[in-house]
């Protein structure tokens, strides 16, 4: 079992910034790679950026320049910085981990934090 709890959502006007956490625990030998994602109202789940255990990162087109996924080294958090941020930015935001492990999938998710952008 992995537990990630994500913390730092809020209310901020357009064009500030926030900074999410998201602390993973329990087996988190098998994580290589962990993502943000988020839903806003009335929409679909979307992928807003991921980063593996070497650093690699992904971002979602509509995020790129603004956010910045990081993951230090041999800490079991990895945080979402978003800068210049929009109304439709507004969502709640999770952290997600999804691995292989002896064969067997498995996809953990974090309980969500609500992050809303004010005009």
């Known amino acids: 079992q992995v537990q990630l709890v994500e913390s730092g959502g809020g209310l901020v006007q357009a064009g500030g910034s926030l900074r999410l956490s998201c602390a993973a625990s329990g087996s988190i030998f098998s994580i290589n790679v962990m993502a943000w994602y988020r839903r806003a109202p009335g929409k679909q789940r979307e992928l807003v950026a991921r980063?593996?255990?070497?650093?690699?990162?992904n971002y979602a087109d509509f995020v790129k320049g603004r956010f910045t996924i990081s993951r230090p080294i041999a800490k079991n958090t990895v945080y979402l910085q978003m800068n210049s941020l929009k109304p439709e930015d507004t969502a709640v935001y999770y952290c997600?981990?999804?691995?292989?492990?002896?064969?067997?999938?498995?996809?953990?998710w974090g309980q969500g934090t609500q992050v809303t952008v004010s005009s």
């Open positions: 980063i593996s255990s070497g650093g690699s990162t």
């Open positions: 997600n981990t999804a691995f292989v492990r002896a064969g067997s999938p498995y996809d953990y």
